[in-house]
């Protein structure tokens, strides 16, 4: 079965603390996305990256940044975070070619205080 | 970026009753997927449906690409339905649009 997996289900951070959300998918694929969803506002693409060490941003990449050294491995950073950061994140993966499914890891409810 | 417009927003079901699902796209998008999150926020992924029609149990889904919508069904519901129902859209391999989600509540 596919697998996706966010390495925290829930993190409570402090105001101006750097965070790192952590994504691994065991499927080879290509494309892996990060996306935040809030109550009333769906899910918004913040970045993505179709290769290693590539990425791109998405429609909210504003206070983040984001890592790719390995295909498997897809990191999101808050440089600095903020209470405007508490969230739901959730890591997403598929292979390249625009007809395939995408598959997302349980999500990380990230709390800044 | 395409819009996505879910019907309806909330919906409360008796168990074992039918229901349909709507999700409208402001553009044409080559790639359809529905998802069911629930209750623990986990997003399962339903169908890949870019048209027609396909069935998987007590679900099915139809696309018409043509008029830029697509349906989801849900027949004779189960308190395991519940949850919230996202349809995503795109025309890329790497850019998909979410809806705001139809929140399911299936009740005994």
């Known amino acids: 079965d596919v697998k996706v997996t966010q390495s925290s289900r829930y993190l409570v951070k402090r105001t101006g603390e750097k965070v790192f959300l952590e994504c691994v998918q065991d499927m080879d694929h290509e494309n892996m996305f990060w996306y935040r969803q809030d109550p009333g506002l769906g899910l918004r693409l913040i970045y993505f990256s179709y290769d290693v060490k590539m990425k791109e941003k998405g429609d909210i990449p504003e206070g983040y940044s984001v890592s790719r050294e390995k295909k498997e491995r897809f990191s999101l950073i808050l440089e600095s975070a903020s209470t405007n950061q508490t969230s739901m994140y959730l890591c997403?993966?598929?292979?390249?070619?625009?007809?395939?499914?995408?598959?997302f890891g349980s999500g990380t409810q990230l709390s800044v205080l | 970026g395409i819009q996505v417009e879910q019907s309806p927003p909330d919906l409360i079901l008796q168990e074992g009753a039918n229901s349909t699902l709507r999700c409208n796209f402001s553009?044409?998008?080559?790639?359809l997927q529905w998802f069911h999150q629930n209750p623990w926020g986990q997003l399962i992924n339903l169908f890949y449906?870019?048209?027609g029609t396909k069935q998987n149990g007590r679900l099915s889904a139809t696309t018409v690409a043509t008029e830029r919508y697509s349906l989801l069904y849900i027949s004779s519901s189960q308190t395991t339905d519940s949850g919230v129902y996202f349809c995503a859209g795109g025309n890329t391999g790497n850019q998909f649009y979410f809806g705001t989600g139809t929140s399911l509540t299936v009740i005994p």
């Open positions: 553009d044409s998008v080559n790639n």
């Open positions: 449906i870019p048209s």
């Open positions: 997403a993966s598929s292979f390249w070619t625009n007809n395939e499914k995408l598959f």
